[in-house]
């Protein structure tokens, strides 16, 4: 739900009053990533629903359409995030409820390492708000939690 949205529907988004979804990609075992993007959210006033490692996509689909979150952050560091990523996505912005929540990817996206402008620009171009390559930092993340907080991001 995109903050114009969500001010229509009655809810406050205030900085620090987001319902955030933290998922990895179905193939990503990997935890501490999904812990860390947990602690930093919770810090910043956020209620955190952390769907852990390894969620199906049907999964994390159905969770997202039961819980409503102001956004969806997707995190991944196996190399897989490209495709898994854009598999996903499809599937989120085929549910209406879903099809205008702000979703976001980062992480480890490719084998090729950061800074490939492709990979970004299609995972763009499939539906994700923002995409944070590996070696980006948390503060870009941050910053955009800010600007979805104030409604200047979605």
Known sequence: MDHAAAVAAGKDVSAGDLTVVVTSVSSDSHTWNLVVLQLLLEEL????????ACVPDELMVSECGRLRPDLIVVSTVNGHGFHDGLRLIRQVRSQAELAGTPMVIGGKLGIAGPGCDRSRAQLTAAGY?????????LAAFRSYVGRLTTGEAS
């Open 45 to 52: 006033g956020h209620r955190v629903h952390n769907l852990g």
């Open 129 to 137: 708000s923002a995409v944070f390559e590996d070696g980006t930092g």
